[in-house]
T-cell receptor
Framework: AQSVTQLGSHVSVSEGALVLLRCNYS??????LFWYVQYPNQGLQLLLK??????LVKGINGFEAEFKKSETSFHLTKPSAHMSDAAEYFC??????????????FGKGTKLSVIP | DVKVTQSSRYLVKRTGEKVFLECVQD?????MFWYRQDPGLGLRLIYF???????EKGDIPEGYSVSREKKERFSLILESASTNQTSMYLC??????????????FGPGTRLTVL
């Protein structure tokens, strides 16, 4: 069964500091990996995704993530945090249902706070 | 601009009521999903549909049913609402029946309170 672990339900960083949100996964199918962001009172928005090819993936708003197969990780980083980055972030991995359909398994989320 | 819309942003219902949550997408997507989101638990899949009139149970289908009569519309039904179904409900859609890497597009969510 597929699973996603996000280390740290809450992360606080100072404005301008490095953002690092951790995600580890387990998957029995080739892992396709996603990071989503949720701003207060909104739905989820895709930040970036890894499918195949280059393991360093760049997304919107200056975020990037690196797929490391040997570590089963897909950590999200941003060099310099901005106040507008305060949100909840979800890591997700493709999973295969019993009927053979693809769906996403999400982590529990990490709430990012940015301190001025 | 792609869009997934949900019929209500906020809903208050009483225990035992039948509740309908509607979701519409305008992207001609084959797949549609219903999740519930609770603090500390992330998103949990309730049901999904990969074609009209087709449905598949997710991780927590108990107490819920779904209907997909048209490609663009996916309804979540709470036959007899209970207080433990108070939650944020998110609808999503994605392209392709067999593609494993197509992103899901989310609606804004419906915050349901059952009294």
């Amino acid at each position: 069964a597929q699973s996603v672990t996000q280390l740290g339900s809450h992360v606080s960083v100072s404005e301008g500091a490095l953002v690092l949100l951790r995600c580890n996964y387990s998957s029995s199918v080739p892992p396709y990996l996603f990071w989503y962001v949720q701003y207060p009172n909104q739905g989820l928005q895709l930040l970036l995704k890894y499918t195949t090819g280059a393991t360093l993936v760049k997304g919107i708003n200056g975020f990037e993530a690196e797929f490391k197969k040997s570590e089963t990780s897909f950590h999200l980083t941003k060099p310099s945090a901005h106040m507008s980055d305060a949100a909840e972030y979800f890591c997700a991995v493709t999973s295969l249902s019993g009927a053979g359909s693809y769906q996403l398994t999400f982590g529990k989320g990490t709430k990012l706070s940015v301190i001025p | 601009d792609v869009k997934v819309t949900q019929s209500s942003r906020y809903l208050v219902k009483r225990t035992g009521e039948k509740v309908f949550l509607e979701c519409v997408q305008d992207m001609d997507h084959e797949n549609m999903f219903w999740y519930r989101q609770d603090p500390g638990l992330g998103l949990r899949l309730i049901y999904f549909s990969y074609d009209v009139k087709m449905k598949e149970k997710g991780d927590i289908p108990e107490g819920y049913s779904v209907s997909r009569e048209k490609k663009e519309r996916f309804s979540l039904i709470l036959e007899s609402a209970s207080t433990n179904q108070t939650s944020m409900y998110l609808c999503a859609s994605s392209r392709g029946q067999s593609s494993s890497y197509n992103e899901q597009f989310f609606g804004p969510g419906t915050r349901l309170t059952v009294l």
